[in-house]
């Protein structure tokens, strides 16, 4: 029975106010409010008996209904008095000087005190956060670090440790890395999806660089490198408002336990490398999981088994691949460099001079313009070399491009054997083939400027001086050399012209 209905009863059977404030625990004041409210209201007793607790509780404590509207005239004051408040000099005070000469028949300044106490107080009201199996993982990093110690030179490095906790199990994994970077943090993450065997519909992340790369109250800007991520588990991301300590209590609680089940133990052990760390964090780890809550027969473990694991989506068939973003110039040779090992891709002639954006992995490179992708490579590591589509290049570029040994064997058999051997030569000689290639299309070029024949007899005359190169056969023909003969070769005998003044023999006798 409600405290209200005890006095009513009391009081009913004359028994005096000191003793019902005694019976009722409550001031005696208490009681004389109570009962001159159902004298004033002319309220019958009998009905009010009858009431549910919680009625007559709101019926006796709430506002009379003729009251009502005085209230909610000042209660729609509220919102503009609390922005009021943080100006420079403005008191309640203040404020309720205004109010009572907009409202004479206003409350009184204790009243009015009081009523903005309460709904300060409703607003700052913390709700109980109900969460569903597989609907979030919680992330983010301890505070303090844990750190290694490097075996040869006894240097120590601080590692931060990751920690990610389900929103309804509260299976919670842990993990030194070490830094807070992009593809560490990546990469904990997808190891948290496979330590629990599936991925959440969506992932809170505290307002880290690696995930949000511009925090907002109402849609914060994702790290384009995390959202791939996300968008490669099917989850999406959902980061915890700033200044909202509320948004991550669970994993706030979580880093507070892993201080005290991991930290502690873990504080006068020294480790030489991440992996031993890691090990050692696990043993705690599984330990922490397996231990039943403090207010039920229960483990995070079990629980997470018995009714939170089935709820989980499924982890793809292949792992994800840490991707990179990047801007660039596709520059006039129509490449586009990657600066890590300084390999260049190509692009379709038509986009140099264009802004792309590169996205590489360890195992491909995709290169877009304006959100279409112009050009896919497998990702290579030769540093200072070339990786080219032949397609990409303009024709006079893809001739250049078809440039090799048996090309130019070829193109030279067509003309005359002596010409293919004196190639053959001149690609021998080079220290590299590449080398010689412009030489074999300069000399072979002169096949059609200066007519076959002189070409060949060029090309013989070279051959015969053992002299292997485009300059050479260039001056033989530019100066005529092809139609002089060989200093081994016979002259042939000029026949003598016959004429009148022209003596014979016989003027010399």
Same mark, same amino acid.
């Given at each position: 029975?409600?405290?209200?209905?005890?006095?009513?009863?009391?009081? &009913?059977?004359?028994?005096?106010?000191?003793?019902? *404030? =005694?019976?009722? +625990? /409550?001031?005696?004041? %208490?009681?004389?409010?109570?009962?001159?409210?159902?004298?004033?209201?002319?309220?019958?007793?009998?009905?009010?008996?009858?009431?549910?607790?919680?009625?007559?509780?709101?019926?006796?404590?709430?506002?009379?209904?003729?009251?009502?509207?005085?209230?909610?005239?000042?209660?729609?004051?509220?919102?503009?008095?609390?922005?009021?408040?943080?100006?420079?000099?403005?008191?309640?005070?203040?404020?309720?000087?205004?109010?009572?000469?907009?409202?004479?028949?206003?409350? &009184?300044?204790?009243?009015?005190?009081?009523?903005? *106490? =309460?709904?300060? +107080? /409703?607003?700052?009201? %913390?709700?109980?956060?109900?969460?569903?199996?597989?609907?979030?993982?919680?992330?983010?990093?301890?505070?303090?670090?844990?750190?290694?110690?490097?075996?040869?030179?006894?240097?120590?490095?601080?590692?931060?440790?990751?920690?990610?906790?389900?929103?309804?199990?509260?299976?919670?994994?842990?993990?030194?890395?070490?830094?807070?970077?992009?593809?560490?943090?990546?990469?904990?993450?997808?190891?948290?999806?496979?330590?629990?065997?599936?991925?959440?519909?969506?992932?809170?992340?505290?307002?880290?660089?690696?995930?949000?790369?511009?925090?907002?109250?109402?849609?914060?800007?994702?790290?384009?490198?995390?959202?791939?991520?996300?968008?490669?588990?099917?989850?999406?991301?959902?980061?915890?408002?700033?200044?909202?300590?509320?948004?991550?209590?669970?994993?706030?609680?979580?880093?507070?336990?892993?201080?005290?089940?991991?930290?502690?133990?873990?504080?006068?052990?020294?480790?030489?490398?991440?992996?031993?760390?890691?090990?050692?964090?696990?043993?705690?780890?599984?330990?922490?999981?397996?231990?039943?809550?403090?207010?039920?027969?229960?483990?995070?473990?079990?629980?997470?088994?018995?009714?939170?694991?089935?709820?989980?989506?499924?982890?793809?068939?292949?792992?994800?691949?840490?991707?990179?973003?990047?801007?660039?110039?596709?520059?006039?040779?129509?490449?586009?460099?990657?600066?890590?090992?300084?390999?260049?891709?190509?692009?379709?002639?038509?986009?140099?001079?264009?802004?792309?954006?590169?996205?590489?992995?360890?195992?491909?490179?995709?290169?877009?313009?304006?959100?279409?992708?112009?050009?896919?490579?497998?990702?290579?590591?030769?540093?200072?070399?070339?990786?080219?589509?032949?397609?990409?290049?303009?024709?006079?570029?893809?001739?250049?491009?078809?440039?090799?040994?048996?090309?130019?064997?070829?193109?030279?058999?067509?003309?005359?054997?002596?010409?293919?051997?004196?190639?053959?030569?001149?690609?021998?000689?080079?220290?590299?083939?590449?080398?010689?290639?412009?030489?074999?299309?300069?000399?072979?070029?002169?096949?059609?400027?200066?007519?076959?024949?002189?070409?060949?007899?060029?090309?013989?005359?070279?051959?015969?001086?053992?002299?292997?190169?485009?300059?050479?056969?260039?001056?033989?023909?530019?100066?005529?050399?092809?139609?002089?003969?060989?200093?081994?070769?016979?002259?042939?005998?000029?026949?003598?012209?016959?004429?009148?003044?022209?003596?014979?023999?016989?003027?010399?006798?």
């Amino acid at each position: 029975m409600s405290r209200i209905k005890q006095i009513i009863r009391l009081r &009913s059977n004359g028994i005096p106010l000191q003793t019902i *404030a =005694q019976a009722v +625990q /409550s001031s005696r004041n %208490t009681v004389k409010k109570y009962l001159r409210l159902i004298e004033a209201r002319q309220l019958n007793e009998e009905q009010l008996l009858l009431m549910d607790d919680a009625a007559l509780e709101a019926l006796l404590n709430g506002p009379p209904a003729d009251d009502a509207a005085r209230i909610k005239a000042l209660t729609d004051l509220f919102p503009y008095f609390e922005r009021e408040l943080d100006r420079v000099g403005v008191t309640r005070w203040v404020l309720w000087g205004e109010y009572r000469q907009k409202h004479p028949d206003g409350y &009184s300044y204790s009243r009015f005190c009081d009523y903005y *106490a =309460q709904w300060c +107080q /409703s607003r700052s009201a %913390t709700m109980h956060m109900e969460h569903e199996p597989g609907d979030k993982l919680f992330i983010d990093f301890t505070g303090k670090k844990l750190s290694i110690v490097d075996i040869a030179t006894g240097e120590i490095t601080a590692v931060e440790v990751y920690v990610s906790i389900l929103g309804y199990s509260q299976l919670t994994y842990v993990e030194a890395i070490i830094s807070q970077k992009g593809d560490d943090f990546i990469l904990a993450t997808e190891n948290a999806f496979y330590f629990y065997g599936g991925v959440t519909r969506a992932l809170v992340p505290d307002n880290l660089k690696s995930a949000v790369q511009k925090a907002d109250k109402y849609e914060a800007k994702i790290n384009r490198a995390f959202q791939d991520f996300a968008n490669h588990y099917q989850t999406v991301v959902l980061p915890a408002r700033s200044y909202k300590p509320r948004d991550k209590a669970l994993v706030e609680k979580a880093v507070s336990i892993v201080y005290s089940r991991i930290f502690a133990p873990l504080r006068n052990k020294v480790f030489h490398s991440l992996a031993s760390l890691n090990e050692a964090i696990k043993e705690l780890l599984d330990q922490h999981n397996t231990q039943p809550f403090r207010d039920r027969p229960i483990s995070r473990r079990q629980l997470f088994e018995q009714q939170e694991k089935a709820y989980l989506t499924p982890l793809p068939v292949n792992r994800y691949e840490l991707k990179y973003f990047k801007e660039a110039t596709v520059m006039k040779s129509g490449y586009v460099q990657i600066y890590e090992d300084r390999h260049s891709y190509s692009v379709p002639y038509r986009y140099i001079g264009r802004k792309v954006r590169i996205i590489y992995s360890a195992s491909r490179v995709a290169i877009y313009y304006n959100r279409e992708q112009i050009a896919y490579h497998r990702r290579s590591f030769k540093r200072l070399g070339f990786t080219t589509v032949h397609d990409h290049m303009p024709s006079t570029h893809q001739f250049v491009a078809e440039w090799n040994p048996e090309k130019f064997l070829r193109w030279a058999g067509a003309i005359a054997p002596v010409v293919q051997d004196y190639i053959a030569k001149l690609l021998e000689i080079a220290t590299y083939p590449e080398q010689a290639y412009r030489g074999c299309v300069g000399i072979l070029s002169f096949d059609k400027k200066y007519g076959r024949e002189r070409f060949i007899k060029a090309v013989e005359r070279a051959t015969h001086y053992e002299a292997y190169s485009y300059t050479i056969v260039k001056k033989i023909l530019q100066n005529g050399l092809d139609r002089i003969l060989s200093d081994d070769e016979p002259p042939e005998s000029p026949e003598m012209p016959t004429h009148d003044n022209i003596r014979g023999p016989e003027a010399y006798q």
